[in-house]
């Protein structure tokens, strides 16, 4: 299960596509942290619910089109661990 996430992880960010995970159980989030998945993925993209991931992404999205309306570049997203 592990390296599958993984390896989705890798694959998605090769085309510069945010992996984010939501509602994982008390389980399944130790098995991510233990598996170093939250470290890779970072801890700012997992949400406790579909609606906070979408909000979040949605945010995200709108000060990046804003950076780009201003001729700016946009920093680098940065890891929360």
Known sequence: YLLACRD?????????????????????????????????IGEKYMFVSTYDAVQACLHELEEAELLEGADVEAPAVEEAM
């Open 8 to 40: 989705l992880y890798e694959d998605y960010s090769s085309r510069d596509v945010q992996l984010c995970l939501c509602n994982p159980n008390i389980t399944v989030m130790q098995k991510l942290v233990d598996g170093g998945l939250v470290k890779l």
